[in-house]
């Protein structure tokens, strides 16, 4: 089929398969690759993008539901990684391989554009569904914070457990 | 530019100005000042290290025996020298590294340069680093043992401190004045007396016709004069990892590239029946199904074999997949039942094996101690679950082989190649990408082989990609294991008697077929080098045979020996009643350096971590130093609620010794939280204590998955879970709060920092459940084993 929508602010039509989840269409037809491929159900968050401003996992989002969408992708979140969360995973040299931090950015900018001043609470229901199995929770945390300007708001005990994360488009 | 993608470089298709110019920036490693390269050099299928650093310069190479200055020619095949280290300086001042280690989260890229640039006293801002593609030349590349820096520090330092020198005689020499006059300072040489400067740059012309400075008169840095080493640094390739421009293994493109997924066998060893592709052919972007024959088990390295749909592009390919129907033989392994062999491996360890440690006697001391303590342990396989999943593009065209792939061991990769398609290994390039994590699964080049052989079946350039459920379902396993552990203990609670025999299916069952179990020298990989001081012990392997592909996963062996251990002695400080901590500064007991090779083991390992025990002797000092540490600054010993508890316990491998405290709480459920952790590690000497700190709190997060949450089952020979929906790993919700990294730096030999931080949080977890909860958990994952704890009875009898 073929549709039009936007990608970081321009025009963009493709001529897919209707199932065709728009993960493989940024990397395969767009040629943007910054978006990951980690589990392909919406697990793992890798292959996060904005939609319309919303954290959303572009694997479970096919071609079908894209007319007139308006995407961001990490390509786009900034002219040249200036984005306040890109200056604070810098400053918290954040990544370990990497591989999964576009996502996690991703997913940290739509909580922020919504709650500028997140809880932890906040911070663990967006982030929750952005695995990095270099382990690399702490800093991520530590980044939101600076980039928010805020500090834990955390009981002592720490956070509650939740492993499975809900599939979502 | 020097392409590490030739064919995206300006001689590529899309052309410098075209609408892809973008993927040029998109490379991390390619520097902006390389010099024009000849056609010659981009076409060659092999390039060396000369031809990636580009012509022209000051080119330096380090490896065994010292450094030497090189031009083209010294770089032939017929020269046996094999450097490992490539520095070069362009005439604008501009240093390239070459990183001959592969980058995966432990900042390689970044500290072999920093430690290079250091000495040499170059600026920061004008270092760039290259990737090196696999060859022979740079000796062994296997990014594995957390080996990088305690293996190559020394000559990382040595051609950093000659470059240095050598442009500091340069500078001397165009003064007239006496080398001892003059300084290295910042990319710049300067004449003490008057203040006169050079630059780098200005002096390479001269460095590359002035004796070499002698080896002796090399000057390492002392710690004052260091700039970076042992600070930290961040990550070099930070800006192109936060805007999406950093290139993993699928993120390459080649013109005319297909994508490629394969259907591989469910069972170990199964072959395909039938293949019906009628449907699969008919999916819109599917272009070929071919069939990859069924390499013959254990098979190494090669790849499984099976059916493999070429498309044009990932969906296709996916949906492609789905529409095949491939029907397979039973396999030799199809009878692979996880709660069968769990039986196994413990009717294994019920009996006596084969001793690897051994001093003393130890049934006589188990025979008449005051009180004796058994437990068994069990720890399932594992999969590296890392977060990319495997993926290589080929291009194999008149005998070439050209591959790009995120491999550990881009020298493995191309002997296998080589050895696969049957083609000389000269004619194989591969070129490395970053790593989207890799913790062991990405030194098998088994991927990498079927983009090849799918290449050269289709003539085109091919993809393969492997999904998650590939990467669940297909992979080399942590090794299954259990435990059987005995002491005995004196009526003060001393230990006199160590009893420990450890059965799991051994890494050498993929390389030669039939083995019936692990060798007692793998018991060096964290269970016959442990630092107790108890008279009478016996550390022993039992048969196992595998009935899968098991592989290197982040710290081994030493992942279920540490759960073992570190929860045994756990157990025995409960029996002595007394508190784990000061128990666990007992059992290390005395001062001692001890090379174990020539004391208890029963045959001096093969394999001490690739170094030498006179390096490395076990140093009880350094044991007991990082668990007073994490003791100190954890709050041991203060009181908390039921529900809460702290975990201790302590575990060297991989030369590094690391205790941990962790905190947990239980809740009703049986949910496990971790809010903190404490973490102490004496590895000699940290370069850069950072990502070193950022090693450790990933270990920890990977020991709770490791702990809590993952398993890998089989029923039928196949494997159970298929994604992280049942293959579980931790998550932002269960992430501690606070993990507290005491690097006890120090100028000593360095040790392994990305894998030794594993062993020890598992024991540690698994304590602090005790602590927390009266529950010991001896069979893992955690899982829901402790949903309703707080109403059972709990095994001391104390809550
Ligand atoms: S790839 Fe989309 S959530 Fe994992
Ligand atoms: S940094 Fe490697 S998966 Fe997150």
């Not at chain 2, 060859?135 to 240095?164: C, H, M, W």
Request: contains cysteine.
């Amino acid at each position: 089929m073929k549709v039009s929508f936007r990608v970081n602010g321009k025009p963009a039509s493709v001529d897919v398969a209707e199932d065709m989840p728009l993960l493989w269409i940024l990397r395969d037809v767009l040629d943007l690759k910054g978006s990951k491929y980690g589990c392909g159900i919406g697990q793992c968050g890798a292959c996060t993008v904005h939609v319309k401003g919303v954290a959303t996992k572009s694997c479970q989002l096919p071609a079908s539901k894209l007319a007139g969408a308006d995407v961001t992708t990490i390509e786009g979140l900034s002219p040249d990684g200036s984005h306040a969360l890109q200056k604070a995973w810098e400053e918290h040299d954040v990544p370990q391989c990497g591989y999964c931090q576009a996502g996690q950015i991703m997913a940290a900018a739509a909580l922020l554009a919504k709650k500028p001043k997140p809880t932890d609470s906040d911070i663990d229901t967006a982030m929750n569904g952005n695995l990095c199995r270099c382990g690399t929770y702490l800093r991520i945390k530590a980044a939101i914070r600076s980039a928010s300007g805020t500090t834990t708001t955390d009981a002592p005990s720490g956070g509650r457990s939740g492993q499975r994360e809900e599939a979502h488009a | 530019m020097s392409a590490l993608f030739g064919k995206h470089g300006k001689h590529g298709k899309h052309g410098k100005h075209g609408k892809h110019e973008r993927h040029e920036s998109r490379l991390p490693w390619v520097s902006s000042n390389t010099t024009p390269e000849s056609d010659e050099l981009v076409d060659s299928g092999r390039r060396s290290a000369l031809k990636i650093l580009g012509l022209g310069g000051l080119v330096l190479a380090v490896g065994p025996g010292g450094v030497r200055r090189l031009d083209a020619a010294a770089l032939t095949a017929a020269d046996p020298w094999n450097p490992h280290v490539y520095v070069k300086i362009a005439d604008d001042g501009i240093v390239t590294i070459l990183c001959h280690r592969s980058e995966m989260g432990q900042g390689i890229r970044t500290t072999m340069p920093m430690i290079i640039a250091d000495e040499m006293e170059a600026d920061w801002s004008n270092c760039r680093v290259e990737q090196a593609d696999g060859e022979e030349k740079y000796g062994s590349q296997n990014t594995d043992g957390s080996t990088s820096i305690r293996a190559f520090l020394p000559q990382y330092r040595e051609a950093g401190a000659t470059v240095r020198a050598l442009m500091e005689d340069a500078a001397a020499k165009e003064w007239g004045v006496a080398a001892t006059e003059v300084k290295a300072e910042q990319h710049e040489v300067v004449h003490t007396a008057t203040g006169r400067r050079k630059s780098f740059g200005s002096l390479v012309a001269s460095a590359r016709t002035m004796a070499m400075p002698a080896r002796e008169r090399l000057r390492i840095k002392s710690p004052a004069e260091r700039r970076w080493q042992g600070k930290a640094m961040r990550s070099i390739d930070l800006v192109p990892v936060t805007t999406g421009k950093a290139v993993y293994g699928a993120d390459v493109i080649l013109p005319g590239m297909k994508v490629a997924m394969v259907v591989r066998p469910p069972v170990w060893g199964s072959k395909v029946v039938s293949v019906d592709d009628s449907a699969a052919l008919k999916v819109p972007g599917v272009e070929k199904v071919v069939r990859i024959p069924e390499s013959p088990i254990p098979g190494a390295f090669l790849p499984l074999g099976g059916v493999a749909v070429v498309a044009k592009n990932t969906w296709a390919a996916i949906r492609g997949r789905e529409a095949l129907k491939v029907t397979w033989d039973a396999g030799p392994h199809a009878t692979y039942e996880s709660k069968a062999y769990k039986a196994e491996l413990e009717a294994s360890v019920a009996k006596p094996g084969a001793p690897g440690y051994r001093t003393g006697d130890v049934a006589a001391a188990l025979a008449s101690g005051a009180r004796t303590v058994k437990a068994s342990y069990y720890m399932p396989h594992l999969s590296h679950a890392q977060m990319e999943p495997v993926a290589a593009i080929a291009n194999v065209s008149n005998g070439k082989v050209e591959a790009w792939a995120p491999t550990q061991s881009p020298f493995d990769a191309r002997n296998t190649l080589a050895q696969y398609l049957k083609v000389e290994p000269a004619n194989v390039t591969v070129h490395v990408t970053l790593l989207g994590g890799a913790f062991g699964r990405k030194s098998k080049p088994d991927f990498v082989c079927e983009a090849a052989f799918l290449s050269r079946e289709v003539g085109a350039p091919v993809r393969v990609q492997w999904t998650r459920e590939d990467d669940v379902r297909n992979s080399y396993y942590h090794s299954v294991a259990a435990h059987r552990l005995e002491a005995s203990l004196d009526a003060s609670g001393k230990v006199t008697g160590w009893l420990h025999r450890s059965a799991y299916p051994t890494i050498s069952s993929v390389f030669a077929p039939n083995l019936p179990g692990p060798t007692p020298d793998e018991l060096i990989n964290g269970a016959s080098d442990v630092p107790w001081d108890i008279p009478n012990m016996s550390v022993e392997v039992c048969p196992a045979v595998a009935h899968v592909r098991i592989g290197w996963f982040r710290s081994v062996n030493a992942i279920h020996h540490g759960f073992a251990i570190g929860s045994f002695v756990d157990e025995l400080a409960q029996a002595a009643g007394k508190d784990s901590a000061e128990f666990l500064l007992q059992l290390i007991g005395r001062d001692r350096v001890v090379d174990q090779s020539k004391n208890g083991m029963v045959e001096p390992p093969k394999d001490y971590y690739g170094a030498a025990w006179t390096d490395y002797p076990l140093d009880t000092v350094r044991a007991k130093n990082v668990v007073r540490t994490v003791m100190e600054k954890s709050g041991w010993g203060t009181k908390l609620p039921r529900g809460r508890g702290r975990g201790i316990a302590v575990h060297r491998s991989f030369l590094s010794y690391v205790a941990m405290v962790v905190e947990v709480e239980v809740l009703p459920d049986g949910t496990v939280l971790v809010p903190k952790a404490t973490v102490a590690v004496d590895a000699g000497f940290v370069a850069n204590p950072d990502r070193a700190k950022s090693q450790m709190e990933g270990a920890l997060i990977m020991a709770m998955s490791n702990t809590l949450h993952s398993e890998i089952s089989f029923a039928q020979g196949r494997v159970v879970q298929s994604n992280y929906r049942d293959y579980q790993v931790a998550r932002m919700r269960a992430a501690p709060r606070t993990v507290d990294v005491h690097i006890l730096q120090n100028e000593g030999m360095p040790g392994g920092i990305g894998e030794p931080g594993v062993p020890p949080a598992c024991g540690a977890i698994a304590n602090a459940i005790f602590a927390a909860t009266g529950v010991r958990v001896r069979e893992l994952p955690v899982g829901r084993q402790l949903a309703g704890w707080s109403t059972r009875a709990t095994e001391d009898g104390s809550s």
